[in-house]
């Protein structure tokens, strides 16, 4: 009897561990199968990451690429400028305007030409009057005198403004230094230097000693010399001036080229090949002469 509680007991001992050992190697089995699943999923992360920084790597190689394209033209167009700048230089058309205004001047030589700069970097002697002034024919208030081509192509742009309906007068053209100076230090007196260089030029670099530069007014109105922009005919003007040889001289978006506030109302003579270069290309005159 002994003996068969014994071996009951040992059969029951092994049945149990048998079940433990079962259970134990399910259990890691199912562990291993998890180990196995994290694996992958990091292995697929892995390649998920890779194809990321491939594709950032390429975007970037990609973005290098266009940089040095864009370098490349801006250099091209640095040189194009520098290139356009010496051959500027080399007709003649060239004045350095940089620095402040007043501070690096030259003096206009060849002052029989009808395409000089005249502006704060490039004035005109003290003693100069051009030898062909003639009286405008169309004069307002005052007897304007401008040079002969210059006055003749305003005669021509006189009748063509009557022809669509406006009559277009002369208000003033040549002033001599003199005369410039008492405008010049009137305005220095009454608003200071500051705001006197903005609206006159210094004795010596008004455009108004050259005698090809004219002051307009539009159907007769003296009221003020800006009501020219209000005129519905204005625009014709404009469109047209060029025609006969003339540019805006000072516009509305010029200003830091031309170094004055706009004038609506003051045409200069150029000749009709350089007025129609300059307003095909909205170019001021100062930058034609490289401003």
Request: hydrophobic residues 30%.
């Amino acid at each position: 009897m002994k003996r068969s509680i014994i071996f009951f007991c040992i059969a029951a001992i092994v049945y149990m561990c048998g079940l433990n050992l079962s259970a134990i190697n399910r259990y890691f089995s199912e562990e291993k199968k998890e180990i196995q699943k994290i694996e992958e999923k990091e292995k697929q992360e892995k390649k998920e990451e890779n194809k990321e920084e491939k594709k950032s790597t390429k975007k970037k190689v990609e973005e290098k690429k266009v940089a040095k394209s864009t370098e490349i033209e801006e250099e091209k167009e640095v040189k194009e400028e520098k290139e356009s700048s010496k051959e500027v230089k080399t007709s003649g058309k060239y004045v350095d305007q940089s620095g402040d205004p007043y501070t690096n001047t030259v003096t206009v030589s060849n002052l029989n030409d009808i395409d000089i700069l005249v502006n704060k970097y490039s004035g005109l002697p003290s003693d100069y009057t051009p030898s062909d002034l003639v009286t405008v024919s169309n004069s307002g208030e005052h007897n304007a005198q401008m040079r002969a081509p210059a006055a003749q192509a305003f005669e021509q742009m006189v009748v063509a403004a009557s022809q669509q309906g406006f009559i277009l007068n002369a208000c003033s053209a040549f002033r001599s230094y003199d005369y410039q100076s008492g405008l010049y230090y009137n305005g220095v007196n009454g608003y200071g230097v500051e705001y006197a260089d903005r609206y006159w030029t210094r004795p010596g670099f008004s455009e108004h000693q050259t005698g090809l530069a004219v002051d307009i007014r539009m159907d007769n109105d003296t009221s003020d010399l800006d009501a020219v922009r209000y005129n519905s005919h204005y625009p014709w003007l404009l469109k047209h001036m060029h025609e006969y040889g003339f540019i805006l001289r000072y516009p509305d978006d010029k200003e830091d080229k031309t170094k004055i506030a706009p004038e609506s109302w003051h045409l200069r003579y150029v000749g009709v090949d350089l007025a129609t270069y300059l307003y095909e290309n909205n170019l001021s005159l100062d930058e034609y002469y490289g401003a």
